[in-house]
Structures are given as structure tokens and as C-alpha cells.
């Protein structure tokens, strides 16, 4: 380790990969690093794997893969542990997610069929659409989430692991606005011992993993721990959170394009977004109350991007509508179409028109492994509290209260590669450049 930078604990031992649900997501990202492992596949879309970091001047040439430059953990460190409300072990999940194929699944059986999840925390009252028996009993909140640190613990111990890190992929829970019992640790605490209604079951996770000082990362639009409460206690603890919402799909492809517009001055009259998807998640987002959760997350992107209060002439009142429609033949493979109605000079309107037929968990796997690593990370050179570097990840960026939160992906990207040469006691690249010639 040089003088320069932060000083980073080496990644040694076993890191435990804690993912609460077994779904498509989850699954997806265990089979792909279990592939990569073996050599049969490639970590695309991951930056941790594949990812560089340019250093110095141009006229240098030193471009190191992050990898290389930052100490991470290993994928053979990696030990996966998860809870759902469904007894499917992760090889019988991947299939009824039906992301992958089932020749790749085939080659991944001893791995896959070895992670069995632990009884769920679960309250229908917050995710409408599911049942299942294969979950925890407990006079009241409180007494689940000591359940939870005890098996945490247990699982840390029998699997002699030295750090871990929590990444919430399961389902949507309705949308819940913070209160008053969110608004401290003591409040929370009261609120876990007297059932409060407005805990649902990921913040129950969120407190067992940061008391046990496991950072958390939080992969649905959910609230969990983006509150006063949760806050205090990452502070109390020194523990790492981010979140909200895995960007992928259709909200990647905004955060995309809609820099672009605003760099070139291109109007917006107005953005439809709609698709179709089949899995779990399309059929929990079918509630009306997980999508309102979903719906608040997708909408706010354009509004931080396009700054309608900088730029009234060009985005003043643009309209913008997100429609999720769930239909079960599609499965996993998602069709998102969206419509915009753009004006360039003297106002003429133009249009733009995406077909894009992702595969959402395709998408959301290199994410959730970036988390577990660049969390990790953030617990061994000591930074703790809202990791908001993180916020490439993420559809809605938690902020402190007084920030408007960065949706741009490249201002996003910018930040996090500062943040690693930051840490690494490298200048920080300003893109001046005038320098080179004088
Ligand atoms: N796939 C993407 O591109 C993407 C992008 C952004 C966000 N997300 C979010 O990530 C989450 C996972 O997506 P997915 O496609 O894997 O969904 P999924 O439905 O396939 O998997 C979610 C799993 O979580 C389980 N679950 C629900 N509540 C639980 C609880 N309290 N405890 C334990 N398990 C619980 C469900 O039984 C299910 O197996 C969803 O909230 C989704 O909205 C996904």
C-alpha cells in the first residue's frame, strides 16, 4: 500500500454474500459468478471485472482495469446465503425464473443445488401478490430480527467467514412514506418491539444486517433504509448503505439518452414509457401498490436530468408516463417501447422511438456483483454511512436530505472512478486538458 490515499485493508478470508430472495435476479448473479468461475462465461456489464480506470495524464498511458487497482475480493471467496418465502433451492429457482439456459444450468448443478434458502421474513400486508410457507414466526418484530442476527451469525460462523455484505433482490413491497417511526433509532427500535405497521419486512433485514455491521445494499424501489433511522444506526455502526432500485432496462436507457438531449439543447414535449414482462416480479408489480413504489422511483430520473427549472423553454411541463403491463408469456424477456417527442431549432418536433428487448436479470446480475465488491470495499478503507459513489447502480440515488440526487450515468461514473483514484491517492480528472497545449 503506498502513503498516498486511503489505507485499505487486504481482502482476506471469506466474504458471505447475503441476498434476501431467490429469484431471477439473485439467481442469475450466483450462476453467473459460479460460470465465470469455471471459465464457461464472461462478466459483461460488470466494472469491477472489466472496468479500467485512467490515471494521470493522457501522454501517461496508464490505464489499470479496476481490479487491478483497487483491492477486491475474490469470486472464489465468494459465499452465497439468501432467504425466500419459497423452499426452491437456487439451481430449482433459476428454472422457474427461466432466465438461463438450462444447458448452462446443467454444468452449474452441485454449485446451485447446494444454496437452499433460509426461512423468509415475510407480511403479505407488503407484498400483495405472494404467499408462502417457508417463513420465520415471531411474537413481534423485534423477535424476528433477533432470529435474523442469530442466523446470520450462525452462518457467518459455520462457513468461517470474515466479512459480509447484504444486498436486498427480492420483491417490491408497497409504497410507504417515512414517519415518525423512522425518524430514529429509538423510534425504530419501539416501532420493532410493538409491530408498527410502517415496518415492513426489508427493514427488518436492513436492521439485523447494520447491527451486525454488514453493510446493506438495496436493490428494489423500497424505502428500508432510506431513513433518519437507518442513517443514525449505519453512523453508530460505521456501516456502508446504498440504494434504491437497480438500474436497469428501460431507466438505464434514460439516464442514457437524456444527458444527450440536454447537452445539444434538444427539447422534450414528452417521454411514454411502457413494456411487457412475465416474471415474479411483473406479476408483484401488478399490485398497484408495489408499482406505485416502482412508479415514484422510474418517474423522478428525467426531472433531476433535465433540470425543467434551469431549462423552462425546453422542458417545462414535459410530459412523462411509465406503464408496466404484466404478461406471462414473456417471462423474463422484457419488451420496453418508448416514445419521445422531441424539438430542436425554432421548435419543429421530431420523434424518437426505442424497441428494446432486454433481459432484466441479464441486466441486474453484474450490478448486484459491483455492490457486493465495491461494499466490501468501502467497509475495509473505513468509509461508512450513505455511500452516494455508488449511485451509478441505482434508479433512485439516496442523498442527504439537502442534495438533489445525480441521475446522469456518466456525471454517475465520473463520480464513482474519482471516488476509487481518491482512495488510491490519484489526481482527480478534471477533463481541462489545456495543459497539453501551451
Ligand atoms: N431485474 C431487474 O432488472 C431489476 C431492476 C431493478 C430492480 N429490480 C428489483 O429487484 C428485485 C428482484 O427482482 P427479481 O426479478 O429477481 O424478482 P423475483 O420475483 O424473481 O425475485 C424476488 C424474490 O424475492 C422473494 N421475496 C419477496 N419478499 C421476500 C422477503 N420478505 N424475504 C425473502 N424473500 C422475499 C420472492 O419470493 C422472490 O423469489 C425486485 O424488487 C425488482 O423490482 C430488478
Known amino acids: 500500500m503506498e502513503d498516498k490515499g486511503v489505507k485499505i485493508d487486504e481482502p482476506a478470508g471469506k466474504l458471505g454474500v447475503l441476498l434476501v430472495g431467490l429469484g431471477a435476479v439473485s439467481t442469475t448473479f450466483i450462476a453467473g459468478v459460479e460460470a465465470i468461475k469455471k471459465g464457461i462465461g464472461k462478466p459483461i456489464g460488470s466494472l469491477t471485472q472489466m472496468g479500467t480506470v485512467r490515471l494521470g495524464k493522457r501522454t501517461e498511458s496508464r490505464i489499470p482495469r479496476i481490479i487491478d487497482f483497487v483491492p477486491l ?3 472464489e471467496d465468494m459465499v452465497f446465503g439468501a432467504w425466500d418465502l419459497f423452499e426452491d433451492d437456487a439451481l430449482a429457482a433459476a428454472r422457474e425464473a427461466g432466465v438461463l439456459e438450462n444447458d448452462l444450468l446443467r454444468q452449474l448443478e452441485p454449485e446451485l443445488s447446494a444454496i437452499r434458502p433460509m426461512k423468509a421474513i415475510f407480511d403479505k400486508r407488503y407484498v400483495k401478490k405472494l404467499d408462502g410457507t417457508h417463513v420465520k414466526q415471531g411474537a413481534t418484530k423485534w423477535h424476528l430480527a433477533q432470529q435474523l442476527i442469530e442466523e446470520i451469525r450462525r452462518f457467518q460462523q459455520d462457513n468461517s467467514i470474515a466479512r459480509s455484505v447484504m444486498v436486498w433482490c427480492g420483491s417490491t413491497e408497497i409504497f410507504i412514506r417515512p414517519g415518525q417511526v423512522h425518524q430514529s433509532l429509538e423510534s425504530l427500535e419501539a416501532g420493532l418491539k410493538s409491530n408498527d405497521e410502517d415496518i415492513p419486512s426489508s427493514m427488518i433485514y436492513a436492521y ?10 438495496n436493490g428494489a424501489p423500497n424505502l428500508t433504509v432510506d431513513v433518519p433511522a437507518f442513517a443514525e444506526l449505519a453512523r453508530e455502526r460505521r456501516v456502508a448503505i446504498c440504494g434504491k432500485d437497480f438500474k436497469t432496462g428501460q431507466t438505464l436507457m434514460k439516464t442514457i ?6 447537452a ?5 414535449e414528452g417521454w411514454f414509457s411502457t413494456n411487457i414482462l412475465g416474471n415474479r416480479d411483473g406479476e408483484v408489480l401488478d399490485d398497484p401498490e408495489s408499482f406505485k413504489t416502482k412508479e415514484e422511483s422510474k418517474l423522478s430520473v428525467l426531472e433531476h436530468i433535465l ?3 434551469v431549462y423552462p423553454q425546453l422542458y417545462d411541463d414535459f410530459y412523462h408516463k411509465v406503464r408496466i403491463n404484466y404478461y406471462p408469456p414473456r417471462r423474463d424477456n422484457k419488451e420496453g417501447w418508448d416514445n419521445l417527442d422531441i424539438f430542436g431549432w425554432l421548435g419543429y418536433p421530431m420523434q424518437i422511438k426505442i424497441d428494446f428487448l432486454c433481459r ?3 441486466l441486474a446480475a453484474p450490478l448486484v456483483l459491483d455492490l457486493v465488491l465495491f461494499l466490501d470495499l468501502a467497509r475495509r478503507a473505513g468509509m461508512h454511512g450513505l455511500q452516494e459513489w455508488l449511485s451509478f447502480y441505482f434508479k433512485s440515488p439516496m442523498t ?4 438533489y440526487p445525480e441521475h446522469d450515468l ?4 465520473m463520480k464513482l472512478k474519482n471516488t476509487l483514484r481518491y482512495l488510491r491517492g490519484e489526481d482527480q480528472i478534471t477533463h481541462l486538458g489545456l495543459d497539453y497545449y501551451q
Open 73 to 75: 475480493a475474490r469470486l
Open 208 to 217: 439485523a444486517a447494520l447491527k451486525l455491521g454488514i453493510p446493506y445494499a
Open 257 to 262: 439518452l437524456a444527458p444527450g438531449l440536454k
Open 264 to 268: 445539444r439543447l434538444i427539447g422534450l
Open 307 to 309: 433540470q425543467p427549472e
Open 360 to 362: 432484466d436479470s441479464i
Open 400 to 403: 442527504l436530505p439537502e442534495l
Open 410 to 413: 456518466f456525471i454517475q461514473l
